[in-house]
């Protein structure tokens, strides 16, 4: 596709439970970041791929949250045991150089998690 | 650590006026400062980058400017129009690897006709 793409668009999860959230890049971007937004906020950094290395994840709130990125392309976004206060919007970003590199960053359109 | 401030939560001004919006930095300088635009329910779109040693970036209507001594970053939108409503986020380097953006709380502006 032309953007990045998140799936899935809106998640209900039940308190406890585990969810998986996917973004895919545009094609041949070498940075992905994941970004949390909660409602009236700026978005929050969470971690930072450089192909398939994570080479930051100092925004990770706790070790329930994981992501990978095995093949460079694809991210996935992992939350365990789910807790109210993870509710927020789940953004993906990618842009074609390294790092924040002074390049535009494209963004996803989220996916909005929602902790019941 | 670096924070951002948007001074103004939101900002209300008539068709063709100019919107004038607010991001002041705290810490160090960055090498480069970002807006983005967002509609709700949307992510945030890239509009304009403007780096440490320029004073001033335009693209069409909107204009940056760049003041490392003040910490501060203006961004105007000449000739306003309704379709210019949205939040617009500033964004700068949080860590000097240039591994993530710090972005402020937005600015929502609304443009009456």
């Known amino acids: 596709g032309a953007g990045v793409s998140q799936s899935p668009r809106y998640k209900v999860a039940k308190r406890g439970q585990d969810v998986a959230l996917r973004c895919d890049p545009i094609?041949?971007?070498?940075?992905l970041f994941w970004y949390q937004q909660a409602l009236g906020q700026g978005p929050e950094f969470l971690t930072y791929?450089?192909?398939?290395?994570?080479?930051?994840k100092s925004g990770l709130p706790s070790d329930r949250f994981f992501a990978e990125r095995p093949e460079g392309s694809v991210s996935t976004l992992k939350i365990q045991r789910t807790q109210q206060e993870d509710s927020a919007v789940y953004l993906c970003?990618?842009?074609?150089?390294?790092?924040?590199?002074?390049?535009?960053?494209?963004f996803g359109q989220g996916t909005r998690l929602t902790v019941v | 650590s670096q924070k951002i401030e948007q001074n103004s939560e939101a900002l209300n001004i008539q068709e063709g006026k100019t919107a004038t919006l607010t991001c002041n930095y705290t810490?160090?300088?960055?090498?480069?400062l970002q807006w983005y635009r967002q509609d709700p329910g949307r992510g945030p779109v890239f509009l304009l980058l403007?780096?440490?040693?320029?004073k001033e970036k335009r693209k069409e209507r909107l204009k940056v400017t760049f003041d490392t001594t003040l910490k501060q970053s203006l961004f105007h939108i000449t000739a306003s129009q309704p379709a210019d409503s949205a939040t617009y986020l500033c964004?700068?380097?949080?860590?000097?690897?240039?591994?993530?953006?710090?972005f402020g709380k937005g600015t929502t502006l609304s443009v009456s006709s």
């Open positions: 970003a990618s842009s074609l150089g390294a790092g924040t590199g002074g390049s535009e960053a494209f």
């Open positions: 094609s041949g971007h070498v940075s």
């Open positions: 791929f450089q192909n398939e290395a994570q080479l930051d």
């Open positions: 810490n160090y300088s960055p090498a480069y």
């Open positions: 403007i780096r440490e040693n320029e």
């Open positions: 964004a700068l380097l949080a860590n000097q690897a240039g591994t993530a953006l710090i």
